[in-house]
C-alpha cells in the first residue's frame, strides 16, 4: 500500500465540505451551468468529454481535450490518475472558451465520499477547483445492505463506519441503479434530487450519457478536440 498517496488522501478529504442539510448545500436555479465529465482511455491517453448544460434543461455543448495518463491505475487511488486529467479539461475550456460561462456545479461519472477513505474523483474535483460537486458511480465501491424498491426514486443508503456516505438509487422502474455521492458542497439528498432531475427516461444521467457517447467518439478519432455547440 502506498502510504504516501494516503497520507495525501486523507489530508485531502479532510477539506471535502459536506453540508448537514439543504440549507447550507449548493442547490441549482436557473441560468447556473452544469458540466458533466466522462472519460475514455487509449494508447496512454485520456480522452475526455464535459458535456454543458444550463439548469433546468438546456443543452449547451461539449467541451473536448486530451492528455497523457502519468499516474498508474492503483485501486483506492483512482482520483489521482483521473482527476488531473478532468481538471485539465477544465482548465483548457476555461482558457478556450472565456465568453460564455463558468460552472456552477460539475457532475462526474465516479464517486464522491462513497470511497473507502472518503475520496472518489469528484471529491477530488470540488477540492481543486472549490465547486460543488456529485459523483454518479455505476457500480458501487462500498457494500449496502437493504432492499431498494423498484420504483423510480427509491434508495437505499451507503454506509462507511455507520456513516451516510451515499446512496443506491433507482433512476427508472425495474433498471439498476446508479450510485449517488456528496463531492464537495453538495447534501446528498440534493445530490439524488439532481441526478433524477437529470435521468427523466434512461438509467444514466443524460448529460453523462452525452458525455459519455463524446468520450467514445473522441477517442475512436470520430471527433475533433475543442468546444462543439449544440444547434437547439
Avoid: W
Avoid at 21 to 50: C, H, M, R, W
Avoid at 83 to 89: D, F, I, S, V
Wanted: with cysteine.
Amino acid at each position: 500500500m502506498n502510504t504516501e498517496k494516503i497520507h495525501l488522501q486523507n489530508d485531502l478529504a479532510a477539506k471535502v465540505i459536506v453540508p448537514n442539510n439543504k440549507k447550507e448545500s449548493y442547490e441549482p436555479s436557473i441560468t447556473d451551468y452544469i458540466f458533466s465529465f466522462d472519460i475514455q482511455y487509449e494508447n496512454n491517453l485520456g480522452y475526455v468529454a464535459i458535456d454543458i448544460v444550463k439548469y433546468p434543461n438546456v443543452s449547451v455543448g461539449t467541451f473536448t481535450h486530451k492528455a497523457a495518463v502519468t499516474e498508474e491505475y492503483q485501486p483506492g487511488f483512482f482520483s489521482f490518475r483521473e482527476g488531473p486529467l478532468l481538471l485539465a479539461a477544465l482548465d483548457k475550456l476555461k482558457a478556450d472558451v472565456t465568453d460564455v460561462f463558468s460552472p456552477s456545479l460539475l457532475i462526474v461519472d465516479g464517486h464522491g465520499i462513497a470511497h473507502p477513505r472518503k475520496f472518489g474523483v469528484a471529491s477530488y474535483l470540488g477540492v481543486k477547483t472549490g465547486l460543488p460537486t456529485i459523483g454518479v458511480g455505476k457500480r458501487t465501491l462500498l457494500k449496502y445492505d437493504g432492499v431498494l424498491a423498484e420504483a423510480r426514486g427509491s434508495t437505499v443508503p451507503i454506509y462507511l463506519n455507520d456513516e451516510i456516505v451515499g446512496k443506491v438509487l433507482r433512476t427508472q422502474d425495474g433498471t439498476k441503479p446508479v450510485f449517488v455521492s456528496n463531492g464537495h458542497k453538495v447534501d446528498l439528498d440534493v445530490a439524488c434530487e439532481i441526478a433524477l432531475h437529470f435521468a427523466p427516461n434512461y438509467k444514466n444521467l443524460d448529460t453523462i450519457r452525452r458525455a459519455d457517447m463524446a468520450a467514445r467518439a473522441f477517442a475512436k478519432g470520430e471527433m475533433e478536440e475543442g468546444f462543439f455547440k449544440y444547434e437547439i
